[in-house]
RNA sequence: CCUCAAUAAAAUGUCAAUC
């Protein structure tokens, strides 16, 4: 059985919540005793996993073999809500756990108050903290963190700090996540100088900043509209001989973006590139946007390059990024080509798409593609509206085809439209 | 500490779109 508990444990790390209860049951083949150990082993690996239901029914099964759940095994289970954000169920199992007259102990509140920040219930996490001294329990960091965590999540950064202090008046010294999420919530609420004086007060008791700070103090930045701070923090924490990763880049990126500064976030995505920090979707994608706004139609061809070699999915949005950026530019074959590897890869193209390609025809005076285009919008079940009408009629107008764009009017009132 | 349970992070598209 000793040897059975851990073999199941180790499912979690490979999210085989299916595993772990077979092999309980293998262990009744085998002739092996289960116990409550083993039990609580695969409730753990389905908690993991976030699947409550099999958490609870375990616990059912458990009492009918005769096994008595103990609080390691509700805590596990209430865990198990997490992912569901279902407070419901974990506050059910709460009750259950009453019934069966086991005492809760932090853990269970831990994950108790971690299920209400997960549902986005700062005041349910605040009160189940505060009901803690009902059971004689003190709460220490994890239920603390948590209780933070849901005040920021909800934006609540004043509570979050006074949680904070409450922590440290508790004899519960703030770790660094504690300081992570107080440093969130204020950055999001705009109040970066606060944040910034929790980042030196960690400091300064010798709580080392990680990842997840920095980047919440770069989000800081961005939100206060001081791009050039942002890129700072990167510094600092380059200077620390850490290596940003593309949380914090791509926060930085967003900062430029927010402060119209494309040159830099291309620096910063170059910088990005030379440490081997690999972009994702979203960073391919502001970028895309800077590419436009630089109307460098060239960059945009590189990039969708580089995130076909980095193996980072392309999805519609990334492809209108692209257009929008070749409508920018005026680079009809750009555009036309874009829609076709969209139509290649089984993609719907979209209103945005025919929009952004004939806003490029009409730039061209292609009066031709326009109305093509038109056509094959209707062909895939969108409706035109008047201001893709005004735009082939100033494609044909640019091209002087004036019986081509009174034929368009025509067909405007045809739609039921108002010409304007 | 080690057979079982608990905590945190950003960001994406046409619209400085037609005249």
């Known amino acids: 059985a000793y040897t059975f508990a851990a073999v199941i444990s180790a499912c979690a790390s490979v999210k085989m919540w299916q595993l772990a209860i077979n092999l309980l049951r293998r262990m009744d083949k085998l002739g092996v005793k289960k116990d409550v150990v083993c039990y609580n082993a695969a409730v753990g690996v389905c908690a993991r996993a976030g699947r409550y239901k099999e958490a609870t029914e375990l616990i059912d099964e458990m009492i009918r073999e005769r096994f008595r759940p103990n609080v390691v095994t509700y805590s596990a289970a209430i865990s198990a809500c997490e992912k ?27 994950s108790l108050i ?22 004689n329990l003190a709460p220490n960091a994890y239920c603390f963190n948590a209780c933070i965590a849901a005040c920021e999540k909800c934006g609540r950064s004043r509570e979050a700090v006074e949680l ?13 996540y504690s300081y992570s999420s107080a440093i969130g919530a204020l950055a999001k609420s705009g ?27 770069i989000i800081g930045y961005d939100k206060a509209g001081r791009w050039q701070e942002a890129i700072e923090v990167l ?53 895309l946007r800077a590419s436009s706004e630089l109307r460098d139609s060239a960059m945009v061809t590189t990039l969708l ?73 209707s062909c895939d079940g969108i409706r035109p509206d008047t201001i893709f009408f005004n735009a082939c009629i100033s494609a044909c107008e640019k091209s002087r085809q004036w019986r081509k764009a009174i034929e368009i009017l025509e067909d405007i009132k045809r739609e039921g439209l108002q010409p304007d």
Request: aromatic residues 8%.
């Open 305 to 377: 390059k580089q995130m076909k070699t980095a193996k980072v999915e392309a999805n519609l949005i990334t492809y209108n990024a692209c257009l929008a950026a070749f409508a920018r530019s005026m680079d009809l074959q750009g555009a036309l080509d874009t829609l076709d590897k969209i139509r290649a890869s089984g993609m719907k193209p979209d209103k945005v798409t025919y929009s952004a390609c004939i806003t490029v025809a009409e730039k061209c005076a292609r009066w031709d593609v326009a109305l093509r285009l038109m056509h094959e919008m």
């Open 84 to 110: 569901g954000k279902n407070l419901k169920r974990a506050r059910e199992l709460m009750r259950r756990m009453g019934r069966a007259g086991v005492a809760p102990n932090v853990y269970t509140f831990a």
């Open 164 to 176: 904070l202090e409450e922590m440290k008046a508790a004899g519960v010294p703030p770790d660094v």
């Open 191 to 217: 109040n970066v100088a606060w944040s910034k004086m929790l980042f030196d007060e960690m400091n300064a008791r010798g709580v080392v900043p990680n990842m997840f700070t920095y980047s919440q103090l």
């Open 235 to 287: 510094g600092i924490l380059r200077s620390n001989r850490m290596v940003p990763n593309v949380v914090a880049y791509g926060a930085a990126i967003n900062a430029c973006k927010n402060g119209k500064q494309w040159e830099k976030a291309r620096e910063l995505f170059d910088d990005m590139n030379t440490l081997g920090v690999k972009p994702n979707q979203h960073v391919f994608s502001t970028l």
């Open 114 to 135: 971690s299920v209400c920040e997960k549902a986005g219930d700062w005041d349910a996490a605040r009160q189940t903290l505060r009901s803690m001294k009902d059971w």
